[in-house]
């Protein structure tokens, strides 16, 4: 069963609109959750990671939105670009174990 | 610069094959993980490695086996490929900031 639900599975946005995907847990031991991001022909890259003590982080253009008591987490890249165009996986890990990664999102900007 | 490197980038076996997919990592970390990418499945763990000579199942180990001989190397085994095994295959070890995974260039492997 899957551990970490990510959605959508594309996604096309306009340059310079906000782009959005979500995923949602069920494991509440989970207490690090990383979004990376993958270029064709490459392996996923960490972008960003939040844990379960704060709600929001921000790194440049990209942020993450927790929702604790939801059990969900969302990653938010403002002011898209067509160099974003990349696959994102969301993932969840108990600090030290596996990490359980989502199906993962097909983003497109368009210029 | 870190590096986790993987024998080949592109791979094309026959069924029945016993292929051999190789990473190294110049991290001198203890673990080490095989992945497969698969469109709409995202990353599912094979098999992984916390020292030399220890390995673990991950969620889907069926057809597959490792070896960890050396700390720096960690090879996943297909004793005889077959063609729902044609996939991406994504080697890692713990990033070394601590934080995440840092993951090699991957294999794609089609067997036929």
């Known amino acids: 069963q899957q551990q970490v639900k990510q959605s959508p599975q594309s996604l096309i946005v306009q340059k310079g609109g906000i782009s959005i995907i979500n995923c949602a847990y069920e494991?509440?031991?989970?207490?690090?959750f990383p979004w990376y991001q993958q270029f064709p022909g490459k392996g996923p890259a960490l972008l960003i990671a939040?844990?379960?003590?704060?709600s929001e982080k921000k790194e440049g253009r990209f942020t993450i939105s927790f929702n604790k008591s939801a059990k969900q987490f969302s990653l938010h890249i403002m002011d898209s670009q067509p160099g974003d165009s990349a696959t994102y996986f969301c993932a969840a890990s108990r600090t030290g174990n596996q990490f359980y990664f989502g199906t993962g999102t097909s983003l497109t900007v368009i210029p | 610069d870190v590096k986790v490197t993987q024998s080949s980038r592109y791979l094309v076996k026959r069924t029945g094959e016993k292929v051999f997919l190789e990473c190294v990592q110049d991290?001198?970390?203890?673990?080490m993980f095989w992945y497969r990418q698969d469109p709409g499945l995202g990353l599912r763990l094979i098999y992984f490695?916390?020292?030399?000579?220890?390995?673990e199942k991950g969620d889907i180990p069926e057809g597959y086996s490792v070896s960890r001989e050396k700390k720096e190397r960690f090879s996943l085994i297909l004793e005889s490929a077959s063609t729902n095994q044609t996939s991406m295959y994504l080697c890692a070890t713990p990033s070394p900031s601590g934080f995440g995974q840092f993951f090699g260039p991957g294999t794609r492997l089609t067997v036929l």
């Open positions: 939040i844990r379960p003590d704060v």
């Open positions: 991290m001198d970390h203890e673990n």
């Open positions: 494991n509440t031991a989970f207490d690090y």
């Open positions: 490695s916390y020292d030399v000579k220890m390995k």
